[in-house]
């Protein structure tokens, strides 16, 4: 893999991985270390996450960075990822810093409101973020071979299939996968009337389904249950709000 593009290679480049990381490190040109505001984001600018960049970062700092992503996302003031640059430094190898469970819901992309690059994160979709064995066995690759250190379930408001469980919606294969959610209904506490009419219970049923899906995480994989006992991964729950633009992190 050439790190030589045009007359510049990319280490000379301001934007280049070893600076930006720099920054994120906090390392001036005089070798301060700063240590503040480390995270995934400020690394993603122009390359993909290298093996030792990835592994250097606790848990908390990939959840840190992916709240100042969101931040930056509410603000308007996205990075300008290098997507070509992301591109040419992953194909040969990725190493991501998390896995990101959420739903189908084309107003609710993970990257996007997160301000994550190519190679960053693992991406699971699926209508209402429900676990099941296929997805469980798409963690446990994530996190127990390629080396991801967050799960982060995200769920969020107005969820047309939270409000087709809700409806007792059947239609085909959906059916089965609505089913999922109905045990996050009966253990969802809401006063007020309970149908998908209600947007606050809506978002309560949604809210209380993250956690019934981290609890089916962490109940049905052996594998991300000893991961994370022995501090090696953390699993964080989180609501994308559609109207602010806000990730809410739960746990
Ligand atoms: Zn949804």
Do not use: W
């Not at 280490?11 to 001036?28: D, F, M, W, Y």
């Not at 848990?59 to 996302?73: A, T």
């Not at 993250?210 to 000893?226: F, L, P, Q």
């Amino acid at each position: 893999m050439s790190k030589i593009t045009g007359c510049c290679s990319e280490e000379n480049h301001p934007n280049s991985r070893r600076n930006v990381l720099k920054a994120a490190l906090g390392i001036t040109a005089a070798g301060v270390m700063g240590g503040i505001g480390l995270g995934l984001p400020q690394i993603s600018y122009a390359a993909a996450l290298t093996q030792a960049e990835r592994d250097k970062l606790t848990p908390d700092q990939i959840i840190e960075g992916m709240k100042q992503g969101n931040k930056r996302f509410i603000s308007g003031k996205m990075q300008q990822h290098d997507y070509l640059a992301q591109k040419r430094s992953s194909a040969d190898g990725q190493f991501p810093a998390a896995v990101i469970l959420s739903c189908i819901d084309s107003r609710a992309p993970a990257e996007i409101v997160l301000d994550t690059g190519i190679g960053e994160t693992f991406n699971a979709r699926i209508a209402g973020n429900i676990s099941n064995e296929d997805l469980l066995g798409s963690l446990e690759f994530a996190c127990a071979a390629a080396g991801a250190k967050v799960i982060l379930v995200m769920g969020h408001t107005a969820c047309g299939a939270i409000k087709g469980a809700i409806d007792n919606v059947e239609l085909g294969n959906l059916t089965g996968l609505l089913n999922k959610i109905k045990p996050a209904i009966e253990t969802t506490q809401f006063d007020g009337e309970k149908s998908s009419k209600n947007e606050r219970y809506v978002d309560a049923v949604a809210k209380n389904n993250v956690k019934h899906t981290i609890d089916e995480i962490r109940k049905n994989s052996e594998i991300i249950n000893k991961l994370e006992k022995e501090g090696k991964i953390k699993i964080v729950g989180s609501m994308y709000n559609l109207n602010g633009g806000v990730v809410e992190f739960l746990m």
